[in-house]
């Protein structure tokens, strides 16, 4: 049964999420609760892990909850569920984009979708900002030293834009993020 609701569970989040790992957060975050898979304080831990470790957040979480459920098994199905959906459109859309691609309506289409999904990506950025500094919908419980870090690392992000023209890549803004988690909260 654990097999089959793995099955369900990814092909849901790999047919529904668009936009890539940000804006899959919120429905990843649904199905996986729904489910009662993680709790929400190990869903924020997973998605903190999956986005400092190489490789895709919903492939790292469909293998990481399928070990867990049921296996070896289970990371099988759960990852082959997440990445079926993608492998599928991709390869459709490729034998559909030559005649799409001059298409207004097309265009517009994209267009707007780039607008959802940056919305999409903000929420769930403010969202994670929010419960990890203020607390979740259970209670509210101030981090002074996470609200801190998170003004810290967005001074070093923004600043680092002032002083170099393109800005500290995102592999070093990890790595800082990282080494002042572990410096503020340890191991």
């Given at each position: 049964m654990?097999?089959?609701?793995l099955l369900v569970g990814f092909l849901m989040i790999g047919c529904f999420s668009f936009g890539g790992a940000y804006?899959?957060?919120?429905l990843i975050r649904e199905v996986v609760l729904s489910f009662g898979w993680l709790e929400e304080e190990k869903l924020s831990y997973m998605i903190a892990v999956s986005e400092s470790t190489p490789g895709p957040i919903m492939v790292n979480m469909a293998t990481y909850i399928g070990s867990v459920k049921a296996g070896v098994p289970g990371a099988i199905?759960?990852?082959f569920a997440v990445v079926l959906p993608a492998f599928l459109i991709v390869i459709i859309l490729m034998l559909l984009l030559k005649k799409l691609v001059n298409s207004g309506a097309f265009q517009a289409t994209l267009g707007s979708l780039k607008s959802c999904v940056t919305g999409i990506i903000l929420a769930t950025g403010a969202y994670m900002i929010l419960t990890n500094c203020i607390g979740s919908y259970s209670g509210i419980a101030?981090?002074?030293v996470a609200i801190i870090l998170t003004l810290a690392l967005g001074a070093v992000c923004f600043g680092s834009k002032k002083i170099m023209k393109k800005g500290l890549s995102p592999i070093i803004l990890i790595c800082i993020a990282g080494v002042a988690g572990i410096l503020a909260y340890g191991w």
């Open positions: 654990i097999l089959l609701e804006a899959a957060i919120p199905i759960a990852t101030v981090d002074y």
